[in-house]
């Protein structure tokens, strides 16, 4: 055996749920506020090396096999993905 579960996998697409708003840490309940506030300059400075990183390996991809990327358009389609993802949750 290759690989090995260390858990039982749910069959299927998890269900959509909007993201809590609110997270549980050492037994207190922080609300979004407090949590993007404690973030601080990470929240503007993570998404940007993210984006700078895809921008950088489609543009080698593109100059390798010879097209061309559109910057604003790869940062909508990471948006869009991202937004997605947060509405899937896997079921506990």
């Not at 708003?21 to 407090?34: G, I, K, P, Y």
């Not at 506030?37 to 090396?49: A, E, F, H, S, T």
């Amino acid at each position: 055996d290759t690989f090995t579960l260390t858990a039982e996998v749910a069959p299927g697409i998890p269900d959509i749920r909007v993201p809590a708003l609110s997270f549980e840490v050492d037994n207190a309940t922080l609300s979004a506020s407090e949590v993007l506030k404690d973030l601080g300059p990470g929240l503007v400075v993570v998404p940007l090396i993210g984006f700078l990183e895809s921008i950088a390996i489609a543009k080698a991809f593109a100059r390798k096999n010879r097209y061309s990327v559109d910057a604003s358009q790869e940062l909508i389609a990471l948006g869009i993905a991202n937004c997605v993802s947060s509405l899937y949750h896997p079921t506990q």
